[in-house]
């Protein structure tokens, strides 16, 4: 599998130290970050998903816990919105430039706000997802919000 993905491209230029890993994705697993997490051996609080919102109509990006909901509320309050929907997977599939069950915050064909669980920053590493299905990153809090230009919020449910 090839490991260059333009989310790691993203990474490189940003100059952040980060580590790839391989998985194998399995599509018709129940909840898919709930497998990576299995998959690679890491516990669900340090991997996220990376999830296309609508703010008031806009697009935004939201990472958290791969076994943590996401309050629609605080999704808006976090980008100064009334309200947050999920965005549709094709719209997702078209902004972003990845395939659902692929996107990542790094590296977006067109870079929407994002914000990144404020929980990942108890965490001494994060593992997101790098630009395509069985292939994540494990890499700081600090470096996954400079790289994706994200800020920390309350978003969980």
Request: net charge neutral.
């Amino acid at each position: 599998m090839s490991k260059s993905t333009p989310a790691t491209a993203a990474l490189d230029e940003a100059g952040v130290a980060y580590t790839v890993v391989p998985y194998e994705y399995d599509s018709s697993a129940d909840q898919v970050g709930n497998h990576a997490a299995q998959a690679i051996g890491e516990p669900p609080e340090r991997v996220f998903k990376t999830l296309m919102v609508e703010v008031d109509g806009r697009g935004a990006c939201v990472v958290v816990p791969v076994a943590r909901s996401i309050s629609m509320k605080k999704v808006a309050a976090a980008f100064g919105g009334k309200s947050a929907q999920m965005m549709k997977p094709p719209n997702a599939e078209r902004a972003t430039g990845f395939k659902v069950g692929g996107i990542s915050p790094f590296g977006q064909k067109k870079q929407v706000p994002t914000a990144i669980a404020q929980e990942a920053q108890a965490e001494p590493y994060m593992v997101i997802n790098g630009g395509k299905r069985g292939l994540l990153v494990r890499l700081s809090p600090e470096d996954a919000m400079q790289a994706s230009g994200a800020f920390p919020a309350d978003l969980l449910s």
